[in-house]
């Protein structure tokens, strides 16, 4: 999902027929009363699980057995509309967003957006399904990653997710950017209205800094600009949400993000720690910061992690009142021929209350026509004892071996 400080659009100049790449799309309309461009995002994806072990055994000694998948899927097909109406301050974005690879399932397609107003520069407000910006991956970044629609582990087992909610964003003095939201749930795509608490208690902030003024499109990863002389960036996120085990997404949405164990076990499931007691509710505490750079092609990024969950809700008996996770993740990249090919490496690592679990991914993106949207992605990953997975993703829950996947990927 694209951000909406990303998606508002530059309307000087533009006019029927008009494409401009980055995801603003096609112009389709534009009148004295509004415009509407049209964009889609999708790949498809040849995945290879069969290297996996077949079954893991977690902390608790339970022995389960992994789906491993050998398949080609039209993984994600993402259709955006956005302009303004009435107002060019007043904007919009609706989505259609699809999950092919749980064709039949309910949660397979979900339909959202978000209505903006521009006060200025520095001050926007909105309401609508908005990311909960508590980790680089969730700033608007998305899809200028080195990968296509995956995270490494330690930024998925930590991160927040998309809900509903009000926020606020802008751009402040010295390149430094801002959003904030209140909101549901961590995690809304895929939960039915009546399982929330009724508690409005989700905020989530961050800030973005490059001094350098730019850091590529979306300051995203990969210098695929080529910058000649060095840019940063910095960020840093928070997220706070008190959790009820009725408003969980189910295993199979398109974002599955719940709160996991480090060896994959879900807080909220009956039996989670094999005493016969169950959490009901549970705070969630996250902060990460992360730095980069980019020069000459290169792009040098780190993130580090941490999270606190705590002051359980519980039915029986639970032998831990408090759990304190952290990790980091380090990803590295080279143009090799400008605007043509890349190789990246990344690592990460997450030291737990059960366990240790890490990933290594090795992978390289070649765009055919210089366009960097539009790329073949080929993929290796590790990963020991993954703590995370669904679907849509090529990590399943206990993945240990490796895993790969090569890609199609498409925006415009």
Same mark, same amino acid.
């Given at each position: 999902?694209?951000?909406?400080?990303?998606?508002?659009?530059?309307?000087?100049?533009? *006019?029927?027929?008009?494409?401009?790449?980055?995801?603003?799309?096609?112009?389709?309309?534009?009148?004295?009363?509004?415009?509407?461009?049209?964009?889609?995002?999708?790949?498809?994806?040849?995945?290879?699980?069969?290297?996996?072990?077949?079954?893991?055994?977690?902390?608790?000694?339970?022995?389960?057995?992994?789906?491993?998948?050998?398949?080609?899927?039209?993984?994600?097909?993402?259709?955006?509309?956005?302009?303004?109406?009435?107002?060019?301050?007043?904007?919009?974005?609706?989505?259609?967003?699809?999950?092919?690879?749980?064709?039949?399932?309910?949660?397979?397609?979900?339909?959202?957006?978000?209505?903006?107003?521009?006060?200025?520069?520095?001050?926007?407000?909105?309401?609508?399904?908005?990311?909960?910006?508590?980790?680089?991956?969730?700033?608007?970044?998305?899809?200028?990653?080195?990968?296509?629609?995956?995270?490494?582990?330690?930024?998925?087992?930590?991160?927040?997710?998309?809900?509903?909610?009000?926020?606020?964003?802008?751009?402040?003095?010295?390149?430094?950017?801002?959003?904030?939201?209140?909101?549901?749930?961590?995690?809304?795509?895929?939960?039915?209205?009546?399982?929330?608490?009724?508690?409005?208690?989700?905020?989530?902030?961050?800030?973005?800094?490059?001094?350098?003024?730019?850091?590529?499109?979306?300051?995203?990863?990969?210098?695929?600009?080529?910058?000649?002389?060095?840019?940063?960036?910095?960020?840093?996120?928070?997220?706070?949400?008190?959790?009820?085990?009725?408003?969980?997404?189910?295993?199979?949405?398109?974002?599955?993000?719940?709160?996991?164990?480090?060896?994959?076990?879900?807080?909220?499931?009956?039996?989670?720690?094999?005493?016969?007691?169950?959490?009901?509710?549970?705070?969630?505490?996250?902060?990460?910061?992360?730095?980069?750079?980019?020069?000459?092609?290169?792009?040098?990024?780190?993130?580090?992690?941490? *999270?606190?969950?705590?002051?359980?809700?519980?039915?029986?008996?639970?032998?831990?009142?408090?759990?304190?996770?952290?990790?980091?993740?380090?990803?590295?990249?080279?143009?090799?021929?400008?605007?043509?090919?890349?190789?990246?490496?990344?690592?990460?690592?997450?030291?737990?209350?059960?366990?240790?679990?890490?990933?290594?991914?090795?992978?390289?993106?070649?765009?055919?026509?210089?366009?960097?949207?539009? *790329?073949?992605?080929?993929?290796?990953?590790?990963?020991?004892?993954?703590?995370?997975?669904?679907?849509?993703?090529?990590?399943?829950?206990?993945?240990?071996?490796?895993?790969?996947?090569?890609?199609?990927?498409?925006?415009?």
């Amino acid at each position: 999902m694209f951000d909406r400080l990303a998606a508002l659009l530059d309307e000087e100049g533009r *006019r029927i027929g008009d494409f401009t790449a980055g995801g603003a799309g096609f112009r389709i309309a534009d009148t004295d009363y509004g415009t509407l461009n049209f964009s889609v995002w999708s790949y498809v994806r040849y995945l290879n699980q069969k290297a996996l072990d077949e079954t893991y055994t977690d902390s608790f000694g339970r022995t389960k057995t992994l789906d491993l998948r050998n398949d080609l899927q039209l993984n994600k097909v993402n259709l955006y509309f956005k302009g303004w109406i009435y107002d060019p301050k007043f904007s919009y974005m609706f989505f259609v967003w699809t999950q092919n690879a749980q064709m039949g399932d309910g949660a397979q397609v979900v339909l959202g957006g978000g209505l903006d107003y521009s006060f200025s520069q520095q001050l926007n407000i909105g309401a609508g399904v908005t990311q909960l910006p508590g980790t680089r991956s969730l700033r608007g970044t998305f899809p200028f990653w080195n990968r296509v629609d995956t995270r490494m582990i330690a930024d998925e087992f930590h991160r927040p997710s998309y809900t509903t909610g009000f926020y606020v964003y802008g751009n402040v003095a010295h390149h430094l950017q801002y959003k904030a939201v209140l909101g549901n749930n961590l995690s809304q795509l895929g939960v039915n209205a009546v399982q929330l608490d009724g508690d409005f208690n989700t905020f989530s902030a961050s800030l973005n800094w490059s001094p350098q003024g730019e850091f590529g499109q979306r300051a995203g990863w990969g210098d695929f600009e080529y910058h000649e002389n060095l840019v940063t960036n910095v960020g840093f996120g928070f997220t706070r949400s008190r959790e009820d085990r009725q408003s969980q997404p189910a295993e199979t949405t398109i974002e599955n993000s719940q709160i996991r164990l480090s060896d994959g076990t879900r807080l909220f499931e009956d039996d989670a720690f094999g005493t016969g007691g169950r959490v009901n509710r549970a705070t969630y505490r996250m902060a990460s910061l992360d730095a980069a750079a980019k020069v000459r092609g290169w792009d040098f990024s780190g993130a580090y992690y941490a *999270r606190f969950v705590d002051d359980f809700e519980t039915e029986g008996f639970i032998p831990v009142d408090k759990l304190h996770d952290w990790g980091y993740q380090i990803q590295v990249s080279k143009m090799v021929l400008p605007e043509k090919l890349a190789v990246y490496v990344g690592y990460s690592k997450i030291f737990g209350e059960y366990g240790d679990p890490y990933d290594h991914v090795l992978g390289i993106n070649w765009y055919p026509f210089k366009q960097r949207l539009l *790329r073949l992605n080929t993929e290796f990953m590790y990963l020991k004892n993954s703590p995370v997975g669904y679907p849509s993703v090529p990590m399943l829950v206990g993945g240990n071996g490796t895993v790969f996947s090569t890609s199609l990927e498409m925006v415009f």
